[in-house]
């Protein structure tokens, strides 16, 4: 249950930015391949704002999906898992160039 | 509940060396720091304040007279309440984890120090493997041990002579490089020795953390199925090594090498793969070479 240490750290650096101002909502920006359980961090994320200046705020997240690209063919492929070898035929070399993202992206605040 | 102090514990960090000193980390980060030997000198009164301010850090809830002012604002809102406004932040959620690592990081190279995180899911042989390397590979070593509660495993190292601390992460699934950093201000290992961190046995959030080790090492037995690196793939994608342990009980069991070696390979493909037994020894003489030449290039 890494996401609650994660959340703490989401909410730490969002209650930094905004200087006691009151906090409507954070916008996250996660991707598919990051291994964070959205879930789990909804949860985490009622739990961690309590008391904070991002009491009651909603939780946006803007979902990446993961995507490598094979050295061999040059082909985009889609990831749901961070594999590093493309299914294709020469089982080449696959890079993983989206879906790894974990932003806090923006805050809502007054 | 520490058990040393009977300080209550929540989500708190506790690191510890042989003497009973030790250090709470609280959620907030706050740290507190508890000398054993002051346990047995009329002391105690004093640590019965410093939990009075464990307790005011549990209140949190003086925030919420914080809130009584903002109540003060809520009077302005019929001014001021206009429109809510986005701020772009674009902030890394790892990023506190992270400075931290590279500060781990910058102590070890300055001092030419190995630092070796090991990984892997709870009963797939570290503590024994690490017994056994610290008693054969005869290279300094020190050993930051994480472990949720107790400590046992650090007590079956400190067996074998070597400086241990332990840090109990209470109800936190992996070590972060704050906790590593203060483990290393107890141990204050030598320069140009080993440290070993043996990580919280756990597959999943250990992956997630750098704790600014030169080397991931990641071990998996064989009672636990070839296909281990493919269910968990975060924790093996960052392998530099993976030890295929308990390779005695091979006669035993319907376990495919080939096929543990391909999901590695499929996950990992620059992950040196190693085979152990560390009852039998078979494997342990390339483990202990790894070491000692990943030591050299790392003070290079």
């Not at chain 1, 200087?19 to 994320?45: H, N, P, S, W, Y």
Request: negative net charge.
């Amino acid at each position: 249950m890494h996401e609650l240490s994660i959340t703490r750290n989401i909410v730490a650096t969002v209650v930094e930015h905004a200087r006691g101002r009151k906090v409507e909502g954070v916008t996250l920006k996660v991707g598919d391949l990051a291994g964070i359980e959205l879930q789990a961090l909804r949860f985490c994320f009622d739990v961690c704002t309590d008391g904070t200046c991002l009491e009651g705020a909603k939780l946006h997240i803007e979902q990446i999906p993961g995507r490598g690209r094979c050295l061999e063919c040059d082909e985009l492929v889609a990831l749901e898992q961070p594999i590093a070898i493309c299914p294709c035929d020469k089982r080449a070399r696959l890079v993983i160039e989206a879906g790894e993202e974990l932003l806090i992206h923006s805050m809502e605040v007054h | 509940m520490c058990r040393t102090c009977g300080c209550s514990d929540g989500n708190m960090v506790t690191v510890g060396n042989a003497d009973g000193d030790h250090t709470h980390i609280l959620p907030d980060g706050t740290v507190i720091e508890h000398h054993g030997h002051s346990h047995d000198h009329g002391h105690s009164h004093d640590h019965g304040h410093s939990h009075d301010h464990g307790h005011s850090h549990d209140l949190g809830h003086s925030h919420d007279l914080g809130h009584s002012h903002d109540h003060g604002h809520s009077h302005d809102h019929g001014h001021a309440q206009g429109p809510s406004k986005v701020e772009i932040l674009e902030a890394k959620v790892m990023e506190k984890n992270e400075r931290l690592a590279e500060r781990n990081r910058g102590w070890f190279a300055g001092r030419e120090v190995l630092a070796l995180n090991l990984m892997s899911s709870p009963g797939s042989g570290k503590t024994t493997l690490l017994e056994r390397t610290l008693r054969e590979l005869d290279e300094p070593s020190t050993v930051v041990e994480g472990d949720q509660e107790t400590a046992r495993d650090a007590e079956r190292l400190r067996a074998t002579g070597v400086p241990v601390v332990q840090v109990n992460t209470g109800t936190g699934c992996h070590l972060e490089a704050d906790m590593v950093w203060m483990g290393l201000q107890t141990l204050k290992p030598d320069a140009g020795s080993v440290v070993f961190i043996e990580n919280v046995g756990n597959l999943v959030c250990p992956a997630l953390f750098d704790l600014g080790e030169n080397k991931r090492v990641v071990l998996f037995s064989i009672t636990e199925g070839e296909d281990k690196p493919l269910k968990y793939p975060h924790m093996f994608k960052a392998a530099d090594l993976v030890l295929i342990t308990k390779m005695d009980l091979l006669p035993h069991l319907d376990f495919d090498l080939e096929e543990a070696k391909a999901s590695v390979a499929a996950i990992a493909p620059d992950a040196r793969i190693m085979e152990v037994s560390t009852k039998s020894g078979d494997g342990l003489a390339a483990w202990y070479d790894w070491i000692r030449e990943t030591k050299k290039v790392a003070a290079a």
